[in-house]
Every structure is written in C-alpha cells, then in structure tokens.
C-alpha cells in the first residue's frame, strides 16, 4: 500500500511545515528515545510530532488508542503506526528502528558488561541493581495506577481484573487460558445493544 | 550453556503478542525462569531495572534477557523476536483503523481487554516484588519511589539512579 498522504484542507497548522521524510521520521524516534529515559515516552512522541505539524492531536489519540489495543509494548507499537500512517511500511520499519536503536546500543553496553564478567558482578555492583530493582517497582506500580483506574470504570472490570491476577499470580494459569476466557465473558458483557 | 537462537527468536516472539498494555511479566518468568531455565529471578530484576534507565521503551530489558540465553546472536534473536511481530500487527492495524473505527464490537473488545490487562500488571508487579524485595530497606526503597513518582513529576530515571547508589550504599 503507497503512503497515505494526509488531507492539506483540514486544520491547518500554524506554521508551513516541511513533509514527513524518511530521515526526519528517524530522526524524530531517535529523539524521543533518547528524551524518553525513565518513560513517558507516548508524551514525548506527542509533543514531537505536533510540534513538525505532521499530525493533529485527534490524530495522535486516534493512533494512541489504537497502540493500547494491539498486543506488543505500546511506545514501539505506537512507533510503527505513526511510521506507517505518515510513510507507509517504510516509515514504520524506520520509526521502530529509531525508537529502539539508542536503548539497543546502551543496554547492549552494559549487558556485555555486567553478564561478561568472570565469577559474576561485583557485590557493590549487584547490590547497586537490588536498589535499582526495588525502586523500578515503584516505576512500575506508577504504570499500572492508569490502567487501574479506567478498569475500576467499566463494568465489572475490577472482578475480572482480580480473578485474571489471582488465575496468573497464584495459579499460575496459562495467560492465552485467561486471555480467552477474560475477553469472551468481557464481550458477552459488554456486547453492542441491538438497534444502535 | 547457550540456548538455540531459533529457539530464542520465537520464544520471544509470543512473548511481546501475549503482552498488552507493556510488559506482560507474569509470562515472561514463567516461560525464561521457569519452563526454559535461560534466567534467574534476579537476573530478570536486575533486566528491568537496567530497562528503566536505558533510553527509549523499558522492555529493553528483554535484549538482557536474550544475550543471558544466547550471547550476542541470541540478544539480537530476542530483540527482534519481541519486538518485530508486534510492530508489524500495529502497522498493518494502523492502515485498517478507519474501518475498525466503525466497528461496532470494538468498544466491547475494549471493555473487555482492559481488565485482563489490569490483572496481569498487578501479578507483574507480584513476581517483581518478589525478584527484588530480600530486605526491609528493600521494601522501603520501593514504597518510597512510588510515593516520590506518584505525588511528584521527578524523572523516574533519577529514582532509579538514586536507588542504585542507596542499595551500594547499603548493600542491600
């Protein structure tokens, strides 16, 4: 499919902007990953591209939402759907290339680091990494306090967002199990009313 | 021991389709720890906490993962393996969204995806506490960044940072 080219007539941005190139594209990923250390990184993608004028907020939610329904890690999700709607599949292997390039090298880095040493790491190394592991759980907690409170608004979705952590965390139970069956009963809850 | 890359890519590669809304943890350290033995508990704390400071997507931890398994090949395997297949569903998703707009069942689907993905980042949460927390201090740690990232807007990689100096500090 040829790069869907984005209507000129519909909310003008203030500046004339230059169009989407496939270098601008990776240019922009690169400086979100590298602005986005610790997270936030939908908001710096945000900010990025609005401020190009190559695309408008309702465009932008549009993809967010879309990246929050696709299974996969939302920042590189989200990447490969800005990347295909302003460059086509080009422009999505671009973007997901220049959202994760920076992160690879580091992490690469230090891997090969800490996983190379003989006889393992150092103690005031590991004991370093305990504390970075305790307080990346509160980093995670934060992520999930979102996510918590739009399900404790839908309907029945604190009991089903229970009984699929008690299914997985205790039980220990088969996530595409729980996945099924979560979503089936899900659906048949909230199943479109007729006559809409 | 070095694990099969081909292995690796496509254990990898169901991994990042069976997450939504991140990272799917609970799964991650059933099938690394326990069912294929490529990772410890505390090899996958110290991946996600190193995530957290890495710039761009946390899961970056997973490129960890993946060189713990198999080496570079196997770094590269596990990077592209997570990462690849979704992004290529999110495209081709991407260039189908106007008609999947007016789909009628997909405020449902919504309704009923978000509580599942609920769950599982609170069993996430679990299996981390239970990589990382050995001490009280270590407890105190994590309450205490939660609290800063919670009620403050302080970057969560200076917390992470700071946290890693406190636990050599300490030596948890």
Known sequence: ?196 | MTADPLDILLTFARLGLVSFGGANLPEIERVLVEQKHWITPQLLANGFALGQVMPGPNMLAMTHYGFAAGGWLGAFAATLGFYGPTALLSAAAMTTWQRLSRWRWLPSLRSALLPFGAGVLLAGVLVLARGSIHSPAGALIAAVSFALLWRTRVNAALIVVGAAVLGAVLSL
């Open chain 1, 1 to 196: 499919m040829s790069a869907p080219t984005t209507p000129a007539a519909s909310a003008a941005p203030p500046l004339p902007v230059q169009p989407p190139t496939p270098t601008g594209l990776l240019r922009l990923f690169v400086g979100v990953a590298l602005v986005g250390i610790g997270g936030g990184l939908p908001a710096h993608t945000r900010r990025a591209l609005t401020t190009r004028g190559w695309m408008t907020d309702a465009e932008f939610a549009e993809a967010y939402t879309l990246a929050q329904l696709t299974p996969g890690p939302n920042a590189v999700n989200l990447a490969a759907m800005i990347g295909a709607r302003l460059l086509g599949g080009g422009g999505a292997a671009l973007a997901v290339v220049g959202i994760l390039t920076p992160g690879l090298i580091a992490m690469l880095t230090v891997t090969v680091f800490t996983l190379g040493l003989p006889g393992g790491l150092p103690s005031g190394v590991q004991s370093g990494l305990r504390g970075a592991a305790c307080a990346a759980l509160g980093v995670m907690l934060t992520a999930a306090l979102p996510v918590l409170k739009v399900t404790a608004g839908i309907r029945f979705g604190p009991t089903l967002a229970v009984i699929t952590f008690l299914l997985l965390a205790v039980l220990r139970a088969d996530l595409l199990l729980v996945l099924a069956g979560t979503v089936i009963v899900g659906l048949i809850l909230h199943r479109p009313r007729s006559g809409e």
